[in-house]
């Protein structure tokens, strides 16, 4: 069972990889099968016939996990159109959004920093074209992703910080490879809280699956407020990228 009735919640819970997804259920007289749609506020809406059983609409949510998954996340899509990587944009990182100032420098490709207020794109005298803008923002964020999220996953678990891979698991902020997590690099994107609280929810149902009493229970020893993070990272985690 994927599905949990939970104090925090008013109704049942679907959870998504990290992310728990509210739902209500419509009984639909003329429908002939189970159906699903997502509201502004990503919970889903189950449409069913009046003879559909708890397993029959468990089933379609878990034939449709793909589909939840790229519609919370977005995460199997391709880069923002219209981003130029010009100055006057922001970044985003840690949950904010800096500033970018581009300027010319003598080096032969660009090169992104940041001194924790502003973003500094250098590139070549000549110009760059926005595909290696990409790439030097991207490779920036691989970078300290590398960093930063070992600490993050060290932080929800001290006792025993687990292995951390960093890289694009698909579709998937965080994917348990059993001797280790993978985890997505965009995590630094979120703020700190979220990401950690992200981890540490693929920790917790490594003992706990998220249907038992204890689930929550044990996520909240390990982050506070785990259910409005977990809301918050199901609201705004498809829309966070660069």
């Known amino acids: 069972m994927a599905s949990v ?18 739902y209500t259920v419509e009984r639909d007289p ?15 809406t189950v449409s069913a016939p009046p003879n559909a059983t708890p397993a029959d609409i468990e089933a379609t949510l878990d034939a449709r ?25 922001k970044l985003r990182y840690g949950g904010r959004r800096y500033p970018l100032t581009v300027a010319e420098s003598q080096i032969d490709s660009p090169r992104l920093t940041f001194d924790g207020s502003r973003f500094l794109l250098r590139i070549p005298r000549r110009g760059a074209t926005r595909d290696a803008r990409r790439r030097a923002v991207h490779e920036w964020y691989l970078d300290r992703a590398s960093d930063v999220l070992p600490e993050c996953a060290a932080d929800v678990a001290p006792e025993s910080p ?9 579709r998937r902020w965080v994917r348990d490879a ?19 609280y992200a981890v540490a929810h ?32 199901r609201r705004n985690g498809g829309r966070v990228r660069i």
Request: aromatic share 8%.
């Open 65 to 89: 996990r793909a589909w939840l998954l790229d519609s919370l996340y977005g995460l199997a899509a391709r880069p923002r159109r219209g981003r130029r990587f010009e100055r006057s944009e």
């Open 5 to 22: 009735t939970d104090g925090a919640f008013d109704g049942p819970v679907y959870h998504v990889g990290v992310t728990p997804v509210p």
């Open 178 to 196: 059993g001797d280790r997590l993978d985890l997505h690099w965009r995590l630094v994107l979120l703020p700190r809280p979220v990401a950690g």
């Open 202 to 233: 693929a920790l917790v149902r490594r003992a706990h699956d998220p249907s038992d009493p204890e689930f929550w229970t044990a996520l909240g020893a390990r982050v506070s407020n785990p259910q409005s993070r977990g809301t918050w990272l």
């Open 30 to 44: 003329e429908a002939d099968a189970v159906d699903l749609s997502m509201t502004a506020d990503a919970t889903v």
């Open 162 to 170: 687990p292995t951390v891979c960093v890289g694009s698991p698909d």
